[in-house]
């Protein structure tokens, strides 16, 4: 089953923040985050594992809320660059199991 | 440069015909996987290997077909069986050591047009 990701899409002006949520409803092992330009190929962000610590670069971080089996991707001060859609794949606990893709929160960021 | 290749990056074919979209990595990965991507519907898996000459079906695998008979190379074909077959095609691959605690690295995609 797909994890839901929420917004499905939002606006931002450069310079705001923004939040873009991650829910499965599985017991997880890990999250991976992608950002995906149109028509090009999705590029890896991070990947966050079950007791591992919160990942980020300066202006892009993420959490993993166990417990709660969920994930936030947290941008801070938006740039022209961070448009596209950002995808969360979710990693299941137990087993060998295969990571599943969310639907994709459309981001666009306009001067 | 290490890193995975697709090619033809758009084909179109006639409807009924059988087509095979190829990919190639040389970034030495046990892993390799085929989604398919629609308009909103995010990413679904259409088959992945973990090992040469071992495949298993993903979500979607009616209507495709793959082998896995080098390491490097992962072909899929379309076969006429997959009653919507236009969309936009990724591969990827990633190390297999860790199962999904593995990042996957995605070509470059084809665009599949069915006239």
């Known amino acids: 089953q797909q994890p839901v990701q929420s917004p499905q899409a939002v606006i931002l002006r450069e310079g705001e923040d923004a939040v873009i949520n991650c829910s499965s409803s599985?017991?997880?092992?890990?999250v991976h985050w992608y950002r995906q330009k149109h028509g090009e190929a999705p590029v890896f962000l991070m990947i966050?594992?079950?007791?591992?610590e919160q990942k980020g670069h300066e202006k892009i971080s993420a959490s993993f809320n166990e417990k709660k089996q969920q994930s936030s991707l947290y941008l801070t001060a938006s740039q022209l660059s961070y448009s596209g859609t950002y995808f969360c794949g979710t990693g299941p606990a137990g087993g060998y199991q295969k990571v599943t893709f969310g639907t994709g929160t459309k981001l666009q960021v306009i001067p | 440069d290490g890193g995975i290749t697709q090619s033809p990056k758009y084909l179109f074919r006639k409807e009924g015909q059988n087509v095979t979209l190829s990919c190639e990595q040389n970034l030495n990965h046990d892993a390799m996987y085929w989604y398919r991507q629609d308009p909103g519907q995010g990413l679904r898996l259409i088959y992945y290997?973990?090992?040469?000459?071992?495949?298993q079906k993903g979500d979607i695998a009616e209507g495709y077909s793959v082998s896995r008979e080098k390491k490097e190379s992962f072909p899929l074909t379309v076969t006429s069986a997959q009653k919507n077959p236009t969309a936009f095609y990724l591969c990827?691959?990633?190390?297999?050591?860790?199962?999904?605690?593995?990042?996957?690295?995605f070509g470059p995609g084809t665009r599949l047009t069915v006239l």
């Open positions: 990827a691959s990633s190390s297999g050591t860790s199962g999904v605690a593995d990042t996957q690295y």
């Open positions: 966050l594992l079950k007791g591992g």
């Open positions: 599985k017991a997880l092992y890990s």
């Open positions: 290997s973990q090992i040469v000459n071992d495949f």
